[in-house]
């Protein structure tokens, strides 16, 4: 079992910043991919963006450039830095792992608004 905890969400206006974080706990030695997806209000989630334990990097086109993924493999930490925030990024962001067996893992979420 993992357990997810994410934080450092929050409301900005369009043009700023956040910081998602998501700290893993429990049978973290078998984490190959972390990532973060994100569902807006009658949508779909989607993914965001993921990290391989290699340190490998996939994005969605939307995010391509604004947004950057790290892994602290040490901490257990997955992160996400986001600049230049649009309105079309309001969603509730929601961290995932991935294990060596397939298994997949999901935060409770953390909410993301962007003002106008």
């Known amino acids: 079992q993992v357990q997810l905890v994410e934080s450092g969400g929050g409301l900005v206006q369009a043009g700023g910043s956040l910081r998602l974080s998501c700290v893993a706990s429990?049978?973290?030695?078998?984490?190959?991919?972390m990532g973060w997806s994100r569902q807006a209000p009658g949508k779909t989630r989607d993914l965001v963006a993921s990290?391989?334990?290699?340190?490998?990097?996939n994005y969605a086109d939307s995010v391509k450039g604004r947004f950057t993924i790290a892994r602290d493999n040490a901490k257990n930490t997955v992160y996400l830095q986001m600049n230049s925030l649009k309105p079309e990024d309001t969603a509730v962001y929601y961290c995932y792992i991935r294990n060596y067996y397939s298994r997949m893992y999901w935060g409770q979420g953390t909410q993301v608004t962007v003002s106008s």
């Open positions: 990290i391989s334990s290699g340190g490998s990097t």
């Open positions: 429990g049978t973290t030695f078998s984490i190959e991919t």
